[in-house]
Structures are given as structure tokens and as C-alpha cells.
């Protein structure tokens, strides 16, 4: 605020700002809500969704959210391990600005040894970054465990990653 103060706002004030935007904020930006799977699969299901939408991508960006509910959260400043590529550098910033302005803990982190469906989108030219959540050997929290169960979900670190989303929205 003027004073200095911070300024508290949690997720359902965020998502009725977003309701409240007019429609000529709405009408300059297209919002996909997109979960594409196959990640297993060299990435089939981002693959079939770029080459279905190429066209209407051009000057987007791509937030890819994995294991977001557990662990802690993070953001991938460069993915894979032969053909690296580097997250978008404005979206890292912001997303890590975002964070940082809503006292959300959020680091940088390096995927070097394999990558998720934003390198994908990367090679593409989609300005991409993935939100990640890492456990305490900066591996995927709870992926691909016997823990990956809704009972391990932390429901205020999901409401965290969405106003982190929705500040995205907001500011981009």
C-alpha cells in the first residue's frame, strides 16, 4: 500500500480480479487451461496440441505445472540433457518477482537430466517455463511414487501456484 505495508490478497481475491477484468483486457489475451499427457511418450500430447494450434501460439507463452502440490516450489531455469534449452527469461523473472511480491518461497532450479513438455514447447519457439515442485533431492516431488496419492497434496501450495498463474495473467 502507500504506506509501505504489504499488501495481502489471497486466491479468491485474485480470481474475482480476474472475473472483474473488462472485456477489452479479456479480448487482447487468449487463455488456454490445457492438459496434454504423454509426457512418457516423447511428449506426444504437447506435440499434437502445437501442431494443432501453431498458428494461434504465435506470441504466447506456456506455463507447464508439474508436482505442483508437494514439495517445494520451484521454477526450471533450463531444461534437458542433450538438447538443453533455456525457460523464457521474462517469464522466469516475473514468475519469480510474482512470487517474491506474494511471500511465496519459490527458487531456481536445473532440469539437466531429462525435461518436461515446456522443452517441447521451447524447440517450438513457444516462450515456455515450467512451476515445479521438487522434494529434497531436487527430483519431482512424489512423481511416479507410491506417495503420488491426493492424501499427499498440500492444498494451500495449490492455492499458492494459483495466484502465482493468475498474477501471470495479470501482469503479462
Known amino acids: 500500500d502507500e504506506d509501505g505495508e504489504p499488501i495481502v490478497i489471497d486466491a479468491d481475491d485474485l480470481k474475482d480480479a480476474m472475473l472483474d477484468m473488462g472485456d477489452e483486457f479479456l479480448d487482447e489475451h487468449d487463455i488456454w487451461f490445457v492438459a ?3 509426457s512418457d511418450h516423447d511428449h506426444a500430447g504437447i506435440k499434437a496440441f502445437l501442431d494443432a494450434h501453431r498458428r ?3 506470441g504466447a507463452f506456456l506455463v507447464n505445472l508439474e508436482c505442483v502440490g508437494a514439495g517445494s516450489l520451484a521454477v526450471y531455469a533450463r531444461e534437458g540433457m542433450r538438447d538443453r534449452r533455456r ?3 521474462r ?3 516475473l514468475i519469480t518477482s510474482i512470487a517474491r511480491d506474494l511471500h ?3 527458487d531456481t532450479a536445473m532440469y539437466d ?3 518436461t513438455d515446456a522443452a517441447t514447447a521451447m524447440r ?6 515450467t512451476i515445479v515442485g521438487l522434494d529434497e533431492n531436487d ?10 496419492v491426493p492424501d499427499n497434496v498440500n492444498p494451500e501450495q495449490l492455492d499458492d501456484v494459483v495466484r502465482i498463474v493468475t498474477e501471470i495473467v495479470r501482469r503479462a
Open 104 to 106: 511465496i518461497p519459490m
Open 124 to 129: 517450438a519457439r513457444v516462450r515456455s517455463v
Open 56 to 58: 494461434e501460439l504465435r
Open 87 to 89: 525457460a523464457d527469461r
Open 91 to 93: 517469464l522466469v523473472n
Open 113 to 115: 537430466w531429462d525435461e
Open 139 to 148: 527430483l519431482p516431488a512424489l512423481s511416479r511414487t507410491l506417495d503420488d
Open 36 to 38: 496434454t499427457g504423454a
